[in-house]
């Protein structure tokens, strides 16, 4: 396992485990990232698809969310996403689903579950967006916003579903696209 740190809020310079084959997001992307969101992360209640670490869901927790629940498949992820929330001392703020993301989606929607900030950095072979639009629109608030990273040549939709693309950024090899409900804006 190896470590990262928190990027910025109460929890900078905070160490995080990061299990043995994951990708995480690099420290400038997740400062764009949360640069762009700043304002509306406040009080937010976040989701994370395909959590890793749990690094970006742990990031936005430090700069003031309100809750994360983690979605990951893996055993080593999951537990590590646990751990993380142990040692940084946010347990009590975060939900892990441990298991594949279609059943985690639906489970959530059928939950009636709905949140502000929706993050996803699937593997950068992963060929199913569609899957992921139409449950991610079903699961975001009125003016919620979905993030997703993927490597740079990858093409995604401008309106898929109810959704909108409203920003996109290059970062290297990574990609990082923002889509808000039709209705929302920010």
Excluded: W
């Amino acid at each position: 396992m190896g470590k990262l740190s928190l990027t910025g809020g109460e929890n900078k310079k905070k160490k995080l485990k990061v299990p043995k084959g994951v990708r995480p997001t690099r420290a400038i992307v997740k400062r764009s990232i949360f640069d762009t969101l700043r304002g509306i992360i406040e009080g937010s209640e976040v989701l994370e698809i395909f959590a890793g670490s749990g690094a970006v869901g742990f990031e936005a927790l430090s700069r003031g969310a309100k809750s994360c629940f983690f979605i990951e498949k893996s055993r080593d992820g999951a537990l590590a996403i646990i751990e993380n929330a142990r040692n940084i001392g946010i347990l009590d703020r975060v939900k892990v689903f441990k298991g594949d993301y279609v059943r985690g989606l639906n489970d959530l929607i059928r939950e009636g579950k709905k949140f502000d900030l929706i993050f996803a950095d699937p593997p950068y072979d992963f060929d199913f967006h569609e899957e992921i639009f139409s449950r991610v629109s079903q699961l975001l608030k009125p003016d919620g916003i979905y993030v997703v990273e993927v490597r740079n040549k990858t093409v995604l939709p401008e309106r898929p579903e109810a959704l909108m693309k409203r920003k996109e950024v290059c970062f290297g090899q990574t990609k990082v696209v923002y889509y808000c409900l039709l209705s929302g804006d920010f």
